[in-house]
């Protein structure tokens, strides 16, 4: 069968004759992030008709969002395929770069069930490849791996050689693509990779489906070519690409070069990094720093859930309250799976009750009549029966079950990227009595447009996960409020009043033009009194927001007192050249510039800077013990004492971005990219959470002594390790060091070898003190942690189970 030209070259449609009835498909419909297109394919996976409609867009980790202008100038794009003419209708999502833009929704319900390519949302990690008429004449898919003969094939010769298909696809959000296998693959192989030709930052894009998947013929796996009657424009995939209907669009591949049969799942960078449903117990913070969870395959995304959305009324729509007649209520849905869609109902009581919605199936058009000179657009028709609806609703809620019974939930599930959200759609019905008009207002509206009922609630302090839309309405528990309390909105408080609690005692302190006070936090605050105390009277935003995670910025709340009044208080200084030589450089409360003198290289991870100060003989802090740090949006310890004038020591630990780490450390590769004698950093310090009283004697006939046991991954890892043996070798034997490498080491390594542990504590650390008879005795020892939380809960368990009182005498940092 042969479909025309008006509709385009490819949709899957199976039918061996004209007459043909076709086969029962799953649905799908049309919407803002689920455009239906119809498809120019390949290699069909299957004569039995596809799966349902394709994806909801997942929050990408690591997507490049740099603005960039294009590189290429008009004339280059008049030769390609057709582009897009920038449909000023398109709302562009983020940046310039990469392209990632959409059509508003109810330009998209006008559009019909065919979608304009003008219209269809576009969505991309990178540079959009510019591939040329004649390279794509040259274009090869490569065909390897695990397969009995390697092969590959040009585009002209895919389409002489298979049988050309025709199917209509819902792609919720961004497109991308997969692949189908029938036979001359060994069924050791489990996995088929999908590689495009698009170089990203962490290599090329690549996905993969698993091999079972891409033999089932049911499944519609598509190599496509076109897209409504035209070949793909360079940002849809010109001149090859894949189709997987029912599964997300990450999963799909642009520009597709090579397909890869293998015995493992894809290991492209962004087949890890991108679209997963972490557990709800994953904090944001815990997701950009502990990378195992994306590296578990339990918690990937493929198939899309069930969702609906209303269409009709758009937002910001307005009508006459009094008006004649009836509003017919208009949407769509969709589920993933290859399973259909089996009902919508309507709640004008925010769930109270249901009523049926009527269903209209356009997909079915294809099955049931052979593709020839007419278009068909569709629609879904919610609810024309004559149903009793007076306006008094606050709220029009829609919700949709498949035939597998999987029903769109209430409420949001939390999870630290944000995917799979498919609750109930709700489009909040606002009434002026003024004017006796009615808007409607949805949820959200796309792009950096603020809009919609979410962001209204969540500005009046009501948590958008159970929202209240009337006095009537059951939306379920409400928790407190999501920010700052409604009441202390309207709280003005001047920098006067600020000002009078810079102290200790009721420290208050500014961020973000809210304040805040401290008191209640103080005893536990994780750097202690001080900590809080230096940033009284004045505003913290920069140290705050530089140093503290997204969990500990949630603890704020209760802490809130009110806005600061529009005056503000004076911007933070940064202090000038001091001509006072017998000032110390560093003040607790001020930023001081200082330039980088050298970079001395401690090992293949380590370096120690010199910073200079104002003055040769000048000393850099006064105070001298307890924890002296440096603040520059991370904390450091100095590695030089105030015996070296002129300058400051800080030995840094550079964490170079890897797999585990694919940014790097913010703050230690941007200074490892420092240049010596030209650049600049601004210090300021010491503060500590306490300070230890004591004196360490020194002389001929001390008896302190001094353990260490030093834990790190590698040899190369430990950090300082020329001037460390230097100490333990002048002291006489009065400082014992034990190294011990959890990481691959030399087989002649001395140390300890594996992780620290009670046994570890109990050979190379003295045995705990003897509790002391009187308060007017000394502490004779004491013990001091640092390190990554996990070692120190371990540390913590082992002293305290060897006897020692982990509230007395033990100080973790």
């Known amino acids: 069968m042969s479909p025309s030209p008006e509709l385009a070259i490819a949709t899957f449609l199976d039918s061996s004759s004209e007459d043909s009835a076709g086969v029962s498909t799953p649905i799908t419909f049309m919407t803002s992030s689920a455009e239906p297109s119809i498809w120019q394919v390949g290699p069909s996976s299957g004569k039995e008709g596809s799966s349902s409609s394709s994806t909801s867009e997942v929050i ?123 036979r001359d693959t060994p069924g050791r192989s489990r996995h088929v ?128 309250a009094d008006s004649k007649g009836f509003y017919d209520l208009q949407g769509y849905a969709y589920t993933g799976g290859g399973k259909r869609i089996s009902r919508a109902e309507i709640s004008l009581d925010d769930g109270d009750s249901w009523q049926l919605a009527e269903l209209d199936f356009p997909e079915d058009l294809y099955r049931l009549n052979p593709i020839r000179h007419h278009p068909y657009f569709g629609t879904l028709d919610l609810s024309t029966s004559e149903m009793s609806f007076t306006w008094s609703a606050s709220v029009i809620t829609i919700r949709a079950t498949d035939e597998g019974l999987a029903q769109m939930p209430r409420d949001l599930a939390w999870n630290a990227t944000g995917t799979m959200n498919g609750c109930w759609h709700r489009v909040a019905v606002l009434r002026n009595p003024d004017n006796n008009k009615i808007v409607f207002e ?41 920010g700052p309390d409604v009441e202390k909105r309207t709280v003005r408080i001047t920098a006067a009043q600020v000002a009078d609690h810079a102290n200790e005692r009721s420290p208050w302190f500014v961020i973000k033009g809210h304040v805040f006070d401290g008191t209640s936090f103080l005893a536990e605050h994780p750097g202690g009194v001080e900590s809080i105390a230096l940033v009284a009277g004045e505003d913290a935003t920069d140290d705050f927001m530089a140093i503290h995670s997204m969990d500990a910025k949630k603890k704020m709340r209760p ?106 450390g913010k703050m230690s590769v941007a200074i490892d990219n420092l240049k010596a004698g030209e650049d600049f950093v601004e210090l300021k310090g010491p503060l500590g959470s306490f300070t230890y009283l004591g004196i360490f004697d ?31 070798k002048q002291s006489n034997g009065r400082i014992k060091l034990w190294h011990i490498l959890s990481g691959e080491c030399a087989p002649e390594w001395p140390m300890g070898r594996g992780r620290v542990n009670e046994q570890i504590l109990q050979q190379h650390m003295p045995p705990p003190p003897a509790k002391l008879q009187t308060s007017d005795e000394l502490e004779g020892t004491i013990a001091l942690v640092c390190g990554p939380p996990p070692m120190e809960r371990i540390v913590a368990v082992g002293l305290a189970a060897l006897g020692w009182d982990l509230e007395r005498i033990v100080v973790f940092f």
């Open 559 to 664: 802490l809130h007192l009110g806005i600061l009044d529009s005056d503000g208080l004076a911007a933070p200084s940064i202090s000038e050249e001091n001509d006072d030589v017998t000032q110390s450089f560093l003040n607790p409360k001020k930023w001081k510039k200082s330039k980088l003198v050298s970079k001395e290289t401690i090992s293949g991870d380590s370096r120690v800077f010199r910073f200079a100060l104002d003055h040769p003989d000048q000393e850099p802090a006064k105070s001298a013990g307890g924890k002296e740090e440096e603040i520059v949006q991370h904390a450091y310890t100095p590695f030089s004492n105030n015996e070296l004038r002129g300058y400051i020591d800080i030995l840094i630990k550079v964490y170079f971005p890897s797999t585990a780490l694919p940014q790097g």
């Open 698 to 728: 020194n002389g001929p006939e001390s008896d302190v002594n001094v353990w260490i046991v030093d834990a790190n991954r590698t040899e190369s890892n430990i950090l300082a390790r020329t001037h460390i043996d230097e100490v333990v």
């Open 442 to 482: 949805h949820p959200t509206v796309a792009g950096n447009t603020n809009g919609g009922w979410m962001q209204r609630l969540k500005d009046n302090g009501q948590n958008i996960r159970y929202p209240i839309f009337g006095e009537t309405a059951m939306s379920g528990p409400q928790e407190g409020p999501a």
């Open 193 to 320: 990779v999908f590689e495009c030709i698009d170089e990203l930052p962490n290599g090329k894009y690549g996905t993969s489906q698993r091999l079972v998947h891409c033999l089932d013929r049911r499944k519609g796996i598509l190599i496509a070519w076109g897209r409504n009657g035209k070949a793909f424009t360079p940002d849809h995939g010109f001149p090859l690409r894949l189709v997987v209907p029912g599964q997300i669009g990450g999963r799909m591949v642009k520009w597709l070069n090579r397909v890869e049969v293998s015995d493992k799942e894809c290991q492209h960078h962004l087949h890890f990094q991108d679209n997963k449903v972490l557990p709800a117990e994953v904090t944001t913070d815990q997701a950009r720093t502990e990378d195992h969870w994306w590296y578990n395959p339990k918690y990937i995304i493929y198939n899309v859930n069930v969702n609906a959305a209303i269409a009709c009324p758009a937002h910001n729509e307005t009508i006459e």
């Open 60 to 182: 990408s980790r690591g997507t490049d969002d740099t603005d960039y202008e294009d590189e290429y100038p008009t004339e280059y794009h008049e030769r390609l395929p057709p582009v897009p003419a920038g449909d000023e209708r398109m709302i562009r999502l983020r940046g310039k770069h990469p392209l990632n833009v959409e059509a508003p929704l109810s330009e998209l319900w006008k559009s019909g069930f065919i979608t304009p390519t003008a219209l269809f949302f576009d969505r991309n990690h990178g540079y959009v490849p510019r591939v040329e008429p004649e390279e794509a004449s040259n274009w090869r898919l490569r065909i390897h791996g695990l397969v009995h003969n390697e092969v590959s094939f040009s585009i002209q010769e895919l389409k002489d050689r298979f049988e050309t298909i025709t199917l209509p696809i819902t792609l919720p959000k961004r497109p991308a693509a997969a692949y189908s296998w029938d």
